[in-house]
T-cell receptor, first 115, second 112 residues
């Protein structure tokens, strides 16, 4: 079983719909992240959370919200999806005990298409 | 704001060749640099991590170097194989929040 699990893996939706992407991890890490990947743009940070009560905006948070329901769960929501949010979304985790290394562990991605 | 650039965007080589992928970053005040591999439809797998105090790291046929002062890193792949075909991304950890900034990747194709 994967240490970082994302659901759904693929989703097609329509403009204006509310979408939630979920991430759960079994690594026991305290830090969790959501990135989006677009062709030619690499990965860009949307939101990150250093513990259950700590939520921080990343580089491109507009149009997104997150919820850290538990240490192991971090959800990304699009309240009203728009076509330019079509992308591959990744969840990642890291351990504050390895803060200086910044090593991240990634899920396999959630491909979202907004029509 | 940290920016990471990878050149070339795509590379195609015959099997057996040695090759070098390049990564540059604008702010040299980094904590570390990582190289990742991404296969189509898959997540990212960490290949090598170089701390800011280190010059290079090696794992099997892979060797990554870091020149922090010039803002450059290279990933050297020896004796390339078709199974090495993937997108390779570099990323640096920098800033007070120790955020990871990614390059856009180099798509490598190794031809049999």
């Amino acid at each position: 079983d994967a240490d970082v699990t994302q659901t759904p893996r693929n989703r097609i939706t329509k403009t204006g719909k509310r979408i939630m992407l979920e991430c759960s991890q079994t690594k026991g890490h305290d830090r969790m992240y959501w990135y989006r990947q677009d062709p030619g743009l690499g990965l860009r940070l949307i939101y990150y959370s250093f513990d259950v009560k700590d939520i921080n905006k990343g580089e491109i948070s507009d149009g997104y919200s997150v919820s850290r329901q538990a240490q192991a769960k971090f959800s990304l929501s699009l309240e009203s999806a728009i076509p330019n949010q079509t992308a591959l979304y990744f969840c990642a985790t890291s351990d504050r005990r390895h803060m200086n290394t910044g090593e991240l562990f990634f899920g396999e991605g959630s491909r979202l298409t907004v029509l | 704001k940290q920016e990471v650039t990878q050149i070339p965007a795509a590379l195609s080589v015959p099997e057996g060749e040695n090759l070098v992928l390049n990564c540059s970053f604008t702010d040299s005040a980094i904590y570390n640099l990582q190289w990742f591999r991404q296969d189509p439809g898959k997540g990212l797998t960490s290949l090598l991590l170089i701390q800011s105090s280190q010059r290079e790291q090696t794992s099997g046929r892979l060797n990554a170097s870091l020149d922090k002062s010039s803002g450059r890193s290279t990933l050297y792949i020896a004796a390339s194989q078709p199974g090495d075909s993937a997108t390779y991304l570099c990323a640096v950890v920098s800033g007070s929040a120790r955020q990871l900034t990614f390059g856009s990747g180099t798509q490598l194709t190794v031809l049999p």
